[in-house]
């Protein structure tokens, strides 16, 4: 069964620096995977997706990730975090097959970015 | 704005009680997820189904069933509450039923059962 761990709970940093999510996914198959953000009291918004083109996505709002499969990892990054950017944001692997499309997600990295 | 609505957005409703939560999903899209997110679960899947057809099951209770009808909205029934059942569900489309596809949220429903 597919599975994803995020590594940190809780992350903080100050505006204008570099953001690190850690995640760390177990599949048994070539895997399809997620990073999806959810502001306060709002739902989930997809800010990119692997599905085995190029290791390296590009997401919205100046996120990016690289899928290593020597290292299962599938890291969050952005270069300079922006206020806004305070949010919780999920690892997601799909554990579906070309008929079923079951998500499973991460508990979650709530980051926190100071002024 | 995703695209996929939900409603309501809040409901408050006494043990024991029934609840209908409907979601619309987005234009084109034949598949409708449900999931369950809760302070100690996190977020979980509950139930697929792709054109009408159920496609996947997770561990959604008996108390709970949904259907998708041939408009393609779903619509979640959740039946004799508990006051574990308080959650916000979530309702999601994706245009194809496999797991490359990304699904797109509503905002969900919360749901306090007193």
């Known amino acids: 069964a597919q599975s994803v761990t995020q590594l940190d709970s809780h992350v903080s940093v100050s505006e204008g620096t570099p953001v690190l999510l850690r995640c760390n996914y177990s599949s048994s198959y070539s895997p399809s995977l997620f990073w999806y953000v959810q502001h306060p009291n709002k739902g989930l918004q997809l800010l990119l997706k692997?599905?085995?083109?190029?290791?390296l996505v590009k997401g919205i709002n100046g996120f990016e990730a690289e899928f290593k499969k020597s290292e299962t990892s599938f890291h969050l990054t952005k270069p300079s975090a922006h206020m806004s950017d305070a949010a919780e944001y999920f690892c997601v692997v799909s554990e579906g097959t070309s008929n079923t499309g079951k998500l499973i997600f991460g508990q979650g990295t709530t980051l926190q970015v100071k002024p | 704005d995703s695209g996929v609505t939900q409603t309501p957005k809040h409901l408050i409703t006494a043990t024991g009680q029934r609840v209908t939560l409907r979601c619309s999903p987005r234009?084109?899209?034949?598949?409708v997820y449900w999931y369950q997110q809760s302070l100690d679960q996190g977020l979980q899947f509950l139930i697929q189904?792709?054109?009408?057809?159920?496609?996947a099951k997770g561990n959604i209770l008996e108390r709970f069933s949904a259907q998708q009808f041939p408009d393609l909205h779903s619509e979640l029934n959740l039946s004799s509450l508990e006051l574990g059942d308080s959650a916000l569900y979530f309702c999601?489309?994706?245009?194809?039923?496999?797991?490359?596809?990304?699904?797109?949220f509503g905002q969900g429903t919360r749901l306090t059962v007193v």
């Open positions: 692997y599905t085995s083109a190029a290791t």
């Open positions: 234009s084109g899209d034949l598949s």
């Open positions: 999601a489309s994706s245009p194809l039923p496999g797991g490359q596809a990304e699904a797109f």
């Open positions: 189904y792709y054109n009408g057809e159920e496609r």
